[in-house]
């Protein structure tokens, strides 16, 4: 993974790997599945808000002359004159699942989520929570790739293992129990298994590919700025790594 992808450029990313994760799938799992992208717009709100303490009144202001009536008649009306802020408001941020059904009867029988951020905080975390406990209460299965280190993870009954990254993969067979795969920053991205119908055999999904494709194709290196740390900090070992591939790209 890179860590650059996960700051501005992430809604791009999100899509896009969604879409050839789409790709990837379909010619595998022809001609008794079909894959399709099912998109919907969460509302996001920034949870950050910053406010001033303490009231302050200027002792004078100066106005312009083509607004000194306007202004005069207002004080006279109402006694002050307002000043003109932005408010916040929600943003509808898109979202993408991969669906993989049957075409006999077009049931989902496994859902890809490439998780967000407004799947990890705040109003678009409850939203996603509770269309995961629809999922998790379905016969159908579950991939959640998070390649996201900001936030919260999914609900587990113990700590998750120490890494900054994490694929889960919930099989309708054998919930509660789902297969967990912890990710290192310096590691490559598995290929997972996608399970299907219980008398079908399953296919394989390579992440690590699926990135590269993209990344490839949609030149993500020429709007990221790799002479800056990334948008989400590293700390420790994992800035020293990024911080000597760097270098290393460098001296080539």
């Known amino acids: 993974m890179d860590p650059y992808l996960e700051g501005s450029d992430w809604t791009s990313v999100h899509a896009e790997l969604s879409s050839e994760i789409a790709r990837q799938l379909a010619p595998q799992s022809r001609p008794k599945y079909i894959v399709r992208l099912e998109r919907r717009f969460v509302s996001e709100m920034p949870e950050d808000i910053g406010i001033m303490t303490g009231d302050i009144y200027p002792d004078a202001a100066l106005v312009s002359t083509d607004r000194k009536d306007k202004v005069a008649e207002a004080v006279a009306a109402y006694g002050f004159q307002p000043i003109q802020m932005a408010t916040v408001m929600s943003s509808r941020v898109p979202h993408v699942t991969i669906e993989v059904r049957d075409v006999a009867k077009r049931e989902l029988v496994t859902a890809i989520e490439v998780l967000s951020p407004t799947n990890k905080c705040g109003e678009g975390r409850k939203e996603y929570l509770e269309k995961r406990r629809r999922l998790l209460c379905s ?86 700025d790799y002479s800056r740390p990334p948008e989400i900090p590293l700390e420790g070992k994992a800035a020293a790594w990024v911080n000597e591939r760097l270098q290393q790209s460098r001296s080539l």
């Open 139 to 224: 016969t159908a299965h579950l991939i959640e790739i998070d390649l996201l280190r900001s936030g919260q993870r999914v609900l587990m009954q113990k700590p998750l293992p120490p890494a900054p990254y994490f694929i889960f993969l919930s099989r309708a067979e054998r919930r509660p129990i789902i297969d967990v795969w912890p990710i290192q920053l310096n590691a490559r991205l598995p290929v997972i298994p996608v399970p299907l119908l219980a008398d079908d055999s399953e296919v394989k999904l390579d992440l690590q590919l699926a990135l590269n494709t993209i990344y490839d194709a949609l030149n993500y290196d020429l709007s990221l």
